[in-house]
T-cell receptor
């Protein structure tokens, strides 16, 4: 079964609009971490933001914020004021840690296109 | 400080040949991961190490794949014999797991493998 689900294979958004990329996860652990990565067309993987399962506040990093809804097992990435350079693949990932497994697994990704 | 270094960046080989991919993690990091990325299957975790010890190799597709980490600064992923379906981008990533569950992955630029 998929542990990380990203239901939007592709999205088109007008420049300067806010974007929400969906991510749901499945774990029975109480302690885990959630990550978002960006992969531009050049191929490198860029870390964007991290949320710990015990963090009470939603994580924010510049224009990126993570809408963490623990009961729903949802960790959506919000990009405010989108820019052309935001066009890329975005991956949600999870590290489960209750059993110190420390494995990090990725969703299938969402390809975001920002339109001028 | 240098990031994760992978070599070769590109490899084209013929079916049946042995392929060796190399990775130098960030100095001081205690986890090393090998991922494979394809259009069809996304980012798949192949194997990961903690302090040079393989922790989970359940993602290694078959016996043709092997990985080693002889010391803290070097890891190899070997495919022998290679097949066309092994064509993919292979990423190495390292991380430092502190007391909590933070510790994002730092990715190398990837090794693009094409097996003819």
């Amino acid at each position: 079964a998929q542990k990380i689900t990203q239901t939007q294979p592709g999205m088109f958004v007008q420049e300067k609009e806010a974007v929400t990329l969906d991510c749901t996860y499945d774990t029975s652990d109480q302690s885990y971490g959630l990550f978002w990565y960006k992969q531009p067309s050049s191929g490198e993987m860029i870390f964007l933001i991290y949320q710990g399962s015990y963090d009470e506040q939603n994580a924010t990093e510049g224009r990126y914020s993570l809408n963490f809804q623990k009961a729903r097992k949802s960790a959506n990435l919000v990009i405010s004021a989108s820019q052309l350079g935001d066009s890329a693949m975005y991956f949600c990932a999870m590290r489960e840690g209750e059993n110190r497994d420390d494995k990090i697994i990725f969703g299938k990704g969402t390809r975001l296109h920002i339109l001028p | 400080d240098a990031g994760v270094i992978q070599s070769p960046r590109h490899e084209v080989t013929e079916m049946g040949q042995e392929v060796t991919l190399r990775c130098k993690p960030i100095s001081g990091h205690d986890y090393l991961f090998w991922y494979r990325q394809t259009m069809m299957r996304g980012l798949e975790l192949l194997i990961y190490f903690n302090n040079n010890v393989p922790i989970d190799d359940s993602g290694m597709p078959e016996d043709r794949f092997s990985a080693k980490m002889p010391n803290a600064s070097f890891s190899t992923l070997k495919i022998q014999p290679s097949e066309p379906r092994d064509s993919a981008v292979y990423f190495c990533a390292s991380s430092l797991l502190t007391g909590g569950l933070s510790g994002e992955l730092f990715f190398g630029e990837g090794s693009r493998l094409t097996v003819l």
